[in-house]
Protein backbone atom coordinates (compact mmCIF):
# COMPACT_ATOMS: atom_id res chain seq x y z
CA UNK A 1 0.00 0.00 0.00
CA UNK A 2 1.32 3.61 -1.24
CA UNK A 3 -0.02 7.17 -0.28
CA UNK A 4 -1.01 6.58 -4.17
CA UNK A 5 -3.41 3.97 -3.36
CA UNK A 6 -4.56 6.22 -0.58
CA UNK A 7 -5.72 9.23 -2.98
CA UNK A 8 -7.62 7.39 -5.67
CA UNK A 9 -10.58 6.82 -2.72
CA UNK A 10 -9.77 10.60 -1.88
CA UNK A 11 -10.10 11.79 -5.38
CA UNK A 12 -13.04 10.51 -6.32
CA UNK A 13 -14.70 11.55 -3.08
CA UNK A 14 -13.56 14.97 -3.92
CA UNK A 15 -14.64 14.96 -7.25
CA UNK A 16 -18.06 13.59 -6.39
CA UNK A 17 -18.69 17.00 -4.82
CA UNK A 18 -17.84 18.89 -7.23
CA UNK A 19 -13.80 19.85 -6.07
CA UNK A 20 -11.66 20.57 -8.77
CA UNK A 21 -8.87 18.17 -7.45
CA UNK A 22 -4.92 18.64 -7.79
CA UNK A 23 -1.76 16.56 -6.61
CA UNK A 24 1.68 17.24 -5.14
CA UNK A 25 0.83 20.87 -5.31
CA UNK A 26 3.52 23.75 -3.47
CA UNK A 27 2.55 25.52 -0.68
CA UNK A 28 5.23 27.64 0.54
CA UNK A 29 7.79 25.79 1.95
CA UNK A 30 5.91 22.44 1.46
CA UNK A 31 3.69 20.08 -0.96
CA UNK A 32 0.11 19.31 -0.76
CA UNK A 33 -0.69 15.56 -1.34
CA UNK A 34 -4.28 16.57 -2.58
CA UNK A 35 -5.59 20.02 -3.29
CA UNK A 36 -9.34 20.31 -3.98
CA UNK A 37 -10.36 23.71 -5.05
CA UNK A 38 -13.71 25.09 -5.25
CA UNK A 39 -14.40 28.90 -6.47
CA UNK A 40 -11.89 30.69 -3.71
CA UNK A 41 -12.49 27.98 -1.31
CA UNK A 42 -9.48 25.48 -0.75
CA UNK A 43 -9.10 21.92 0.71
CA UNK A 44 -6.01 20.37 1.33
CA UNK A 45 -6.01 16.86 2.29
CA UNK A 46 -2.75 14.76 3.69
CA UNK A 47 -1.96 11.29 3.63
CA UNK A 48 0.12 9.21 5.35
CA UNK A 49 -0.43 5.65 5.70
CA UNK A 50 0.16 5.47 9.33
CA UNK A 51 -0.84 8.57 11.93
CA UNK A 52 2.04 10.16 13.33
CA UNK A 53 3.54 13.60 14.51
CA UNK A 54 4.78 14.31 11.51
CA UNK A 55 1.36 14.11 9.45
CA UNK A 56 0.18 16.08 11.77
CA UNK A 57 2.71 19.08 11.92
CA UNK A 58 2.10 18.87 7.97
CA UNK A 59 -1.71 19.17 8.35
CA UNK A 60 -1.45 22.39 10.73
CA UNK A 61 1.08 24.05 8.50
CA UNK A 62 -1.41 23.87 5.40
CA UNK A 63 -3.98 26.11 7.43
CA UNK A 64 -1.90 29.07 6.08
CA UNK A 65 -2.79 27.77 2.42
CA UNK A 66 -6.61 26.41 2.91
CA UNK A 67 -9.43 27.25 4.52
CA UNK A 68 -9.83 22.92 4.77
CA UNK A 69 -7.29 20.76 6.68
CA UNK A 70 -7.82 16.80 6.94
CA UNK A 71 -5.52 14.03 7.01
CA UNK A 72 -6.21 10.20 5.29
CA UNK A 73 -4.91 7.55 6.70
CA UNK A 74 -6.38 3.99 5.69
CA UNK A 75 -9.74 2.31 7.38
CA UNK A 76 -7.88 1.07 11.03
CA UNK A 77 -9.13 -2.80 11.51
CA UNK A 78 -8.73 -1.98 15.54
CA UNK A 79 -8.21 0.59 17.62
CA UNK A 80 -6.40 3.05 16.45
CA UNK A 81 -4.40 6.25 18.10
CA UNK A 82 -6.38 8.49 16.28
CA UNK A 83 -8.67 8.28 19.07
CA UNK A 84 -6.58 9.49 21.86
CA UNK A 85 -7.44 12.29 23.60
CA UNK A 86 -4.32 13.87 22.85
CA UNK A 87 -4.39 13.70 19.72
CA UNK A 88 -8.41 14.68 19.17
CA UNK A 89 -7.30 17.59 21.40
CA UNK A 90 -4.40 18.90 18.50
CA UNK A 91 -7.13 17.87 15.95
CA UNK A 92 -9.91 20.21 17.84
CA UNK A 93 -7.79 22.91 18.24
CA UNK A 94 -6.83 23.33 14.44
CA UNK A 95 -10.05 22.46 13.08
CA UNK A 96 -8.46 19.83 11.40
CA UNK A 97 -10.40 16.46 9.84
CA UNK A 98 -9.51 12.99 9.52
CA UNK A 99 -10.54 11.13 6.31
CA UNK A 100 -10.45 6.90 6.72
CA UNK A 101 -9.84 5.50 2.76
CA UNK A 102 -10.82 2.38 2.51
CA UNK A 103 -8.55 0.53 -0.13
CA UNK A 104 -10.39 -2.44 -0.98
CA UNK A 105 -12.64 -3.13 -3.82
CA UNK A 106 -15.42 -0.66 -2.54
CA UNK A 107 -12.38 2.28 -2.60
CA UNK A 108 -14.83 4.51 -0.05
CA UNK A 109 -14.16 6.92 1.99
CA UNK A 110 -15.24 7.27 6.27
CA UNK A 111 -15.58 10.83 7.70
CA UNK A 112 -13.99 10.64 11.23
CA UNK A 113 -14.56 13.89 11.55
CA UNK A 114 -14.93 17.13 9.41
CA UNK A 115 -12.78 19.87 9.18
CA UNK A 116 -13.33 23.25 10.65
CA UNK A 117 -13.79 26.21 8.28
CA UNK A 118 -10.66 28.33 8.37
CA UNK A 119 -11.56 32.06 7.78
CA UNK A 120 -7.78 32.92 8.57
CA UNK A 121 -6.12 32.24 5.49
CA UNK A 122 -3.76 35.24 4.30
CA UNK A 123 -5.09 36.38 0.93
CA UNK A 124 -1.80 36.65 -0.21
CA UNK A 125 -1.14 33.38 0.02
CA UNK A 126 -5.03 32.31 -1.52
CA UNK A 127 -4.00 34.48 -4.93
CA UNK A 128 -0.52 32.95 -4.97
CA UNK A 129 -1.80 29.06 -4.57
CA UNK A 130 -4.76 29.97 -7.15
CA UNK A 131 -2.59 31.30 -9.33
CA UNK A 132 -0.05 28.65 -9.64
CA UNK A 133 -2.22 25.81 -10.46
CA UNK A 134 -2.22 24.29 -14.11
CA UNK A 135 -4.25 21.55 -15.52
CA UNK A 136 -0.68 19.49 -15.74
CA UNK A 137 -0.98 19.01 -11.84
CA UNK A 138 -4.15 16.76 -12.17
CA UNK A 139 -1.91 14.04 -13.37
CA UNK A 140 0.60 14.31 -10.60
CA UNK A 141 0.54 11.37 -8.44
CA UNK A 142 0.67 11.92 -4.83
CA UNK A 143 2.88 11.10 -2.24
CA UNK A 144 5.82 10.48 -5.97
CA UNK A 145 9.26 11.31 -5.23
CA UNK A 146 10.12 14.91 -5.80
CA UNK A 147 11.91 14.10 -9.14
CA UNK A 148 8.54 12.47 -10.54
CA UNK A 149 6.00 15.28 -10.40
CA UNK A 150 5.29 18.41 -12.49
CA UNK A 151 5.57 21.47 -11.00
CA UNK A 152 4.99 25.02 -11.62
CA UNK A 153 8.73 25.89 -12.39
CA UNK A 154 9.60 22.62 -14.36
CA UNK A 155 6.80 23.82 -16.25
CA UNK A 156 8.22 27.55 -16.78
CA UNK A 157 11.99 26.00 -17.36
CA UNK A 158 10.41 23.51 -20.29
CA UNK A 159 8.54 26.62 -22.06
CA UNK A 160 11.84 28.55 -21.94
CA UNK A 161 13.83 25.70 -23.60
CA UNK A 162 10.95 25.62 -26.60
CA UNK A 163 10.57 29.20 -27.03
CA UNK A 164 14.83 29.61 -27.21
CA UNK A 165 14.62 26.26 -30.01
CA UNK A 166 12.04 28.37 -31.87
CA UNK A 167 13.43 31.17 -31.69
CA UNK A 168 18.08 31.02 -31.11
CA UNK A 169 19.08 34.12 -30.42
CA UNK A 170 16.06 35.94 -28.48
CA UNK A 171 16.60 38.23 -26.28
CA UNK A 172 15.49 37.61 -22.54
CA UNK A 173 12.98 40.63 -22.56
CA UNK A 174 11.46 39.03 -25.88
CA UNK A 175 11.25 35.76 -24.53
CA UNK A 176 9.54 36.72 -21.15
CA UNK A 177 7.02 38.28 -23.92
CA UNK A 178 6.32 35.38 -25.80
CA UNK A 179 6.37 33.07 -22.34
CA UNK A 180 2.53 31.72 -21.23
CA UNK A 181 3.84 30.34 -17.64
CA UNK A 182 2.35 32.46 -14.81
CA UNK A 183 5.20 31.18 -12.43
CA UNK A 184 6.32 34.42 -12.88
CA UNK A 185 3.62 37.28 -12.81
CA UNK A 186 5.71 39.85 -14.55
CA UNK A 187 7.76 39.54 -17.64
CA UNK A 188 10.85 41.19 -15.83
CA UNK A 189 11.02 38.61 -13.60
CA UNK A 190 10.83 36.41 -16.07
CA UNK A 191 13.56 37.51 -18.02
CA UNK A 192 15.74 37.65 -14.98
CA UNK A 193 15.03 34.29 -13.76
CA UNK A 194 15.10 32.49 -17.19
CA UNK A 195 19.18 33.94 -17.68
CA UNK A 196 20.05 33.25 -13.67
CA UNK A 197 18.66 29.69 -14.45
CA UNK A 198 20.45 29.07 -17.59
CA UNK A 199 23.19 29.80 -16.13
CA UNK A 200 22.84 27.56 -13.51
CA UNK A 201 22.53 24.54 -15.67
CA UNK A 202 18.80 24.05 -14.77
CA UNK A 203 17.10 25.01 -17.92
CA UNK A 204 18.45 22.33 -19.51
CA UNK A 205 19.57 23.16 -23.37
CA UNK A 206 19.74 27.03 -23.11
CA UNK A 207 22.64 28.85 -22.97
CA UNK A 208 23.36 32.76 -22.36
CA UNK A 209 25.83 34.52 -24.89
CA UNK A 210 26.44 38.15 -24.15
CA UNK A 211 26.62 39.76 -28.15
CA UNK A 212 26.98 43.65 -28.63
CA UNK A 213 26.54 44.15 -24.64
CA UNK A 214 22.96 42.86 -24.97
CA UNK A 215 22.09 39.34 -23.61
CA UNK A 216 20.73 37.03 -25.77
CA UNK A 217 19.46 33.00 -25.44
CA UNK A 218 20.28 30.18 -27.71
CA UNK A 219 19.89 26.29 -27.72
CA UNK A 220 23.39 25.31 -26.29
CA UNK A 221 23.81 22.87 -29.45
CA UNK A 222 23.90 25.51 -31.15
CA UNK A 223 27.71 26.11 -32.42
CA UNK A 224 29.25 29.46 -31.98
CA UNK A 225 30.22 31.56 -34.65
CA UNK A 226 33.95 32.49 -34.87
CA UNK A 227 35.31 34.60 -31.13
Request: proline residues 5%; contains cysteine.
Amino acid sequence: MTETDLAKPIIDYLESFHWDVYQEVSCGAGVADILGVMGRKIWIVELKKSLSIQLLEQAIKRLKWAHYVSICIPTPSSKSSVNSFLVNEILDNYGIGVLFANIDHSSSVTIKKSPKVNRHVPEKHLKKLLNSLDPRLKNNQAGCVAGERWTPFKGFCKEVTDIVKRHPGITPVEMAKRIRSRFYPYGKDAAHAAVYYARMGLIQGVEVRNEDRRLHLYPSSEKRGEE
